[in-house]
């Protein structure tokens, strides 16, 4: 069992729509959650992260946790082109990052 | 504040050769993490260090190795290149208090590749 997965992708939206993204996990003890945006050539940035159940905003990002459930999830409101990139989701158990293989999001104009 | 700085961007070298990778962490963080990226493996945990110690370390071969200086600087170095380790290697900071598994920022990255 991977420690990470996700929702397999790609996903297509149109501009305006959410964007939903799932990620399971298999390390009941872990702690923190992380989302990461990796445009085509770059580097993973990151865009959200939260530790306690429940749902967490930032601008046009909510995270989700649900920890009795192993299930964290990404949604993206009020969908950009800009947004059009593979998100990353991943996991911290002692000081390493355990990353879902991405869901690439494409965003239609 | 600056991010986090890796070079070199690009280096080509051929299988045998060795290679040493170099990252300067965001002022004030201690922690520096490397991972590499493949188009078939994904983002895969390398190690990660703190204080001049390593306190993981992933499932790679003992060809990877890295170290950190006292400024919190790290180089990785990879010895007897193979074809399959071309990839992007990324480092990452972070504040690394103990017993706080705190964001990690990524840098550009360095991309290496085998002929």
């Known amino acids: 069992q991977k420690e990470v997965e996700q929702n397999s992708g790609p996903l297509s939206v149109p501009e305006g729509a959410i964007a939903s993204l799932n990620c399971t996990y298999s390390?009941?003890?872990?702690?923190?959650f992380f989302w990461y945006r990796q445009y085509s050539g770059k580097s993973p940035e990151l865009i959200m992260f939260?530790?306690?159940?429940g749902d967490k905003e930032d601008g046009r990002f909510t995270a989700q946790l649900n920890k009795a459930s192993q299930y964290v999830s990404l949604l993206i409101r009020d969908s950009q082109p800009s947004d059009s990139a593979t998100y990353l989701c991943?996991?911290?158990?002692?000081?390493?990052?355990?990353f879902g293989a991405g869901t690439t999001v494409t965003v239609r104009a | 504040k600056a991010g986090v700085t890796q070079t070199p961007r690009y280096l080509i070298k051929t299988r045998g050769q060795q290679v040493t990778l170099s990252c300067s962490p965001i002022?004030?963080?201690?922690?520096v993490s490397w991972y590499q990226q493949t188009p078939g493996q994904g983002l895969q945990f390398l190690f990660e260090?703190?204080?001049?110690?390593?306190?993981n370390k992933g499932n790679f071969p003992g060809r990877f190795s890295g170290r950190q200086f006292s400024n919190s600087r790290s180089e990785m170095n990879v010895s007897t290149l193979e074809l399959g380790d071309s990839a992007l290697y990324l480092c990452?900071?972070?504040?690394?208090?103990?017993?706080?598994?705190?964001?990690?920022?990524f840098g550009d990255g360095t991309r290496l590749s085998i002929l």
């Open positions: 390390d009941r003890g872990s702690q923190s």
């Open positions: 939260i530790y306690s159940n």
């Open positions: 002022s004030g963080h201690r922690s």
């Open positions: 991943a996991v911290i158990n002692d000081y390493k990052l355990s």
């Open positions: 990452a900071s972070s504040l690394g208090v103990p017993e706080s598994n705190q964001p990690q920022h």
């Open positions: 260090y703190f204080s001049e110690t390593q306190r």
